[in-house]
C-alpha cells in the first residue's frame, strides 16, 4: 500500500496521496513532519509506532528518523538490556527507539498588547523554559520604541533560559489587530495601526528570525486547542473579553482569517440586542461597579474584586455578575448562530474569575439561539497568547525542517 501524505493545518489530517504532485521532495518534507509530530508527542518512540501513528511503510520510517538524526532533530537510544523494564519481551533484534533533541534549538512566543509585552521561550516540545516581560510607556509610542521593548523583553527571556539568539528557529507573534493570511496587519482604524510597526523585518534585520505575525485571539484558539479546555476540538471559538471583546475561530481544525484578517472582529455586536458594543467582562465590571457608587480605579483587579464581592455574597456585586451572564450568553449566542462551534471558550486574564459567569451563560442561551454550545473558560489564564503563539512556531519549525539548520 503507497505511503500517506499528511498535511497539518494545527492538526493532523490524514490524505490519499495525490499522483500528480507528490514529489519526492514533497514527500520527503511531508513525511518528516509528520515524524517530527509524531515523536515530539511522546518521550521515546519505536520505529512500529511511529508507523501507526503516521501511516507510513517501515522503510519510509526509518529513512526519514535516519535523516533527521544527521540534521540534528532526533537521536536513536540504545537499545534496553535483556533485564530491563524497557526491555521487548519478544525474541529477536530489539526495536530502534528514537527521542526528540528537545534542546537542539527553540522557539519564541510573544504577546503584544497596548501597554505589555511578554515574551516565553519554548524548546521543541513546547516546553516553556523561560519567560519575560516589558512595558510600553504609551500607546501611540513610535513604532522603533515599541520595536526596542520587545526586542528587549526577548533577549531578557532568553537570557532567563540560558538560549542564544542563533538557536530561535521560529518567532511567534500575537498583536491586538487583525493580520491577514500572510503576516500583513489591518491598519483600518487608529487603534489597530499602532501594532503595524514592521516587527517582521525588524526582528529579521536584528536576529535573522523568521517572525509569525498573527492576531492575539486567533493564537489563543491555537493555544487552547493545543492545551487547554478545548484540547482537541474541530470546531472551536475562543473570545478574549478583557477589555475588549476579539475571538479567534477554528472550523474543521482550520483557522479562520477571512479576506483581510478581520474574521473573530466583534464590531458587530455594536448591533446586537441588548449587547451593543465590544466591551470586555473587565471593562463592564469596572464600569458597573463604578456607577452603583463602588471604586472606580482601573485594571483587571478590580474588575476581579467584583467577582470576589459576589462570591463573599454582596448583592450588588451579584447583581452585575447577573448582568455579564446575561450579555455574555447574548455574545455567545450570536457566535453560535454564525458559525454553529461545538464549544466557546472565555479565555484571557478575566478567565480565573470569569468561571462564575458560567452557569449564567449556560441558563440563558436557549433564549437566544437553537444551537447552544458548551461554553467553558480557559485554564491557561493570561497565558493563552503566548502558548498559542509557541505552538504556531512549532507548527511552522515541524513543517519547514528539512529547510531549517540548527545552530551547532
Known sequence: MPDQLWVRSHREVKIPKPQAAATPQLLRR??????LAAIRGTDVATGTELMAR????RASVIAVCEDLIRRGWIRELDAPRRD???ASPQKGRPARRFELQARAGVVLGIDIGAATTTTAVADLRGTVLARASGSFRAADIPAAERVSVVDRTCR???AAAGEPAGKVLAVGAGIAAPVDRRGN??????????????LRAALQDLHGWTVLLENDANLAALGERWRGSGAGVDDLVV??????LGAGVLESGRLLHGSSGGAGEMGFLDMVEGVGSSEGIASLARRWQAAGGGPAAGGVADARQVFEDAAAGDAAARAILNRLAERMARVVAAVASLLNPEQVVIGGAVADSAGALIPGITAALPRFTATPPLVTVSPLGDRIVTVGAVRHALDYVEANALELELAG
Open 30 to 35: 511531508v513525511n518528516a513532519q509528520a515524524v
Open 54 to 57: 503516521t501511516g507510513l511503510t
Open 84 to 86: 530491563s523494564p524497557a
Open 156 to 158: 531578557q527571556a532568553l
Open 185 to 198: 496587519v489591518l491598519a483600518s482604524q487608529h487603534f489597530w495601526s499602532l501594532f503595524d510597526v514592521g
Open 239 to 244: 473570545i478574549l473579553a478583557g477589555e475588549r
